[in-house]
């Protein structure tokens, strides 16, 4: 009876100290590591009491029964930290407190450890003998020990259950488990000491602390004895503002939530036992669109847009037991998009009619040339762009085109286009040369533009061959460039040339340094003039440049200027894509031969 007695104490301490390394291992936090002591100290308690029943002698008895004293001494403030941290009232744990709570057991294992005192905790009568469960004499310090212990424990128990009970009903079910499971060991630690029947031969408490301690663990740390995931989810399901609905495996409405019942507008009894498709004759007109479920009669103007989600459930087996479906509300989601969408189309069109004004409708027909452009705004050309371009006639012989980008995109960008474009043509004139144009021009986007805004171009005069002229004259080009990068010319040997010179942007000085450059154009000969937009497109770090440029005007010289004009735009969306990052301007003068 003694070895049962024996192995079931060291299991206990056992299977208490695997239950503190769990704790320990799996919760770092302070609340982990009172438990975590807590349990230490009866599992210390439980073994000491083990060894103290196996061995024979009564002098190695009393050792063993004055060494679980440090389990005993311990348990009860450990247990109050634990308490005190799991209720949310960790700020009272300070060292003070732990320092006072160490006295007693201290005090406790002193008088143990002095012969003189030793008795006055406990002891083993002279008549006790091994063969026997002896009962252990105490003394009036054990007394004051036992006081202390109870007084530690049951307050901290009332305080722990009472702080459940304020809590939820879920919480009170927890206490009177915990409850249950706290007065187990505490039973029969009373029971022992006070002598009482069989209980005086053998203390249990430490086995009975095994279902306390794995309750503990289990229940707190793994949140199994509190089963609050149910009523977690349960609240979170009551309280949805998504109508939700749980089918059967034959589509059967079997539950549903409240904004379920307010949806239908029928009462929960009503609604158990349908068909979900019963939603549509108990809702009115019901549709699906491209939003999703459209419920209610447009006449009435009730319609309301729902987001259908569907989610087999599925048993423990895999197999489909029914599913749940949520009805989510996106009326308002879908009123947005459809402004949004009003105003981005209002967007386009403002967008599409300012850009209109930045290019000619139609290029007029020059004698003796094709004349051929492309012109291709930013993105998806909802924004607007800054980049312009003209060709208008100044006489019977001559022609005026430009070609130019102004800083910057949006209203105020295109304003400052359509302000230079029809201010040069209001100004251009063939007795002036493009560079005394370009000079005025200035003055007026110097008045009318602000200092932000700056704009790059090239204006030039074409002349081609009168019809009494030699054949293979050139056509004569005067240019001049406000702060624009070179156009190109491809001769008619297949040589590439970057022609006029380097002036000043324009709407940045009042004084801008502007030259004209004159440059023939032989026949058969091209002149191409384009924007940044081209020059600066990327794919990665590797810009287009001006070299691939005049590498297609070389590749398609045979082509007529629309066609190598559309060959330069493909080419460079081929390299960048589809969308472009700047826009485009591109202008093609071939010299008919």
Not at 125 to 132: G, L, R, S, Y
Not at 156 to 177: D, P
Not at 195 to 215: K, M, Q, Y
């Amino acid at each position: 009876m003694l070895t049962l007695l024996a192995t079931l104490m060291a299991g206990a301490g056992l299977v208490l100290a695997a239950l503190a390394a769990y704790v320990a291992w799996h919760r770092g936090t302070r609340m982990g590591w009172s438990l975590a002591v807590m349990l230490v100290a009866v599992a210390w308690w439980g073994t000491a009491y083990a060894v103290e029943l196996s061995v024979d002698e009564i002098a190695v008895k009393s050792t063993w029964g004055d060494l679980k004293y440090a389990g005993v001494v311990t348990l009860a403030p450990a247990w109050l930290v634990f308490v005190l941290q799991y209720t949310g009232r960790g700020q009272l744990v300070t060292g003070r407190l732990v320092a006072l709570l160490t006295i007693p057991p201290v005090a406790a294992l002193a008088l143990l450890a002095v012969p003189a005192t030793h008795d006055l905790v406990r002891y083993y009568p002279a008549t006790a003998h091994a063969e026997e469960l002896p009962i252990v004499a105490t003394g009036p310090a054990f007394w004051v020990i036992f006081g202390y212990n109870n007084l530690l424990l049951v307050g901290a128990t009332v305080l722990f259950l009472a702080s459940m009970v304020r809590l939820a009903r879920t919480y009170r079910r927890m206490a009177l488990v915990l409850l249950a499971s706290a007065l187990l060991p505490w039973a029969a630690n009373v029971l022992h000491n006070l002598e009482v029947g069989w209980f005086a031969r053998i203390d249990l408490t430490p086995f009975a602390f095994i279902l306390t301690g794995g309750l503990l663990v289990w229940g707190l740390f793994e949140e199994r004895l509190v089963d609050l995931a149910p009523l977690a989810r349960s609240a979170v399901v009551e309280s949805m503002a998504d109508a939700l609905f749980v089918l059967d495996a034959f589509g059967r409405i079997v539950d549903v939530n409240p904004a379920a019942v307010a949806l239908a507008d029928r009462s929960r009894g009503e609604l158990v036992g349908r068909r979900l498709r019963d939603l549509v004759e108990l809702s009115g007109i019901a549709e699906v669109g491209p939003s999703g479920l459209v419920l209610g009669d447009p006449a009435a103007g009730d319609r309301r847009t729902f987001d259908v989600s569907q989610q087999p459930l599925k048993d423990v087996s895999g197999r489909t037991a029914g599913e749940l479906v949520v009805l989510r509300e996106i009326t308002q989601r879908v009123r947005d998009q459809q402004r949004l969408q009003e105003v981005l189309d209002d967007r386009s069109r403002v967008a599409a009619t300012l850009q209109a004004s930045m290019v000619p409708t139609r290029l007029p027909a020059v004698r003796g040339c094709e004349v051929a452009s492309r012109y291709v705004p930013a993105g998806d050309g909802g924004e607007i762009g800054g980049d312009f371009l003209d060709v208008f006639p100044l006489d019977d012989d001559t022609w005026a085109f430009v070609l130019g980008d102004v800083s910057g995109k949006g209203a105020e960008a295109a304003a400052v286009s359509a302000a230079a474009r029809y201010t040069l043509r209001a100004l251009a004139d063939s007795r002036n040369s493009p560079a005394a144009t370009l000079r005025e021009v200035n003055a007026v986007l110097q008045a009318q533009t602000e200092s932000e805004r700056h704009c790059t171009l090239v204006h030039g005069h074409l002349r081609p061959p009168r019809a009494g002229d030699a054949p293979g004259t050139p056509v004569r080009l005067t240019l001049s460039l406000a702060g624009h990068h070179w156009p190109l010319v491809l001769r008619a040997n297949g040589k590439v040339d970057e022609v006029g010179d380097l002036g000043t942007a324009l709407a940045l000085f009042d004084d801008p340094e502007l030259h004209d450059a004159d440059v023939d154009l032989a026949p058969g000969e091209v002149l191409c003039v384009f924007t940044d937009g081209l020059l600066e497109a990327r794919r990665g770090r590797d810009q287009f440049g001006s070299e691939r440029v005049a590498e297609l005007l070389r590749a398609h010289r045979d082509l007529p200027a629309d066609g190598l004009a559309g060959a330069v735009l493909d080419a460079v969306r081929a390299f960048h894509g589809e969308e472009l990052v700047d826009d485009l301007a591109i202008l093609v003068v071939r010299h008919l031969s």
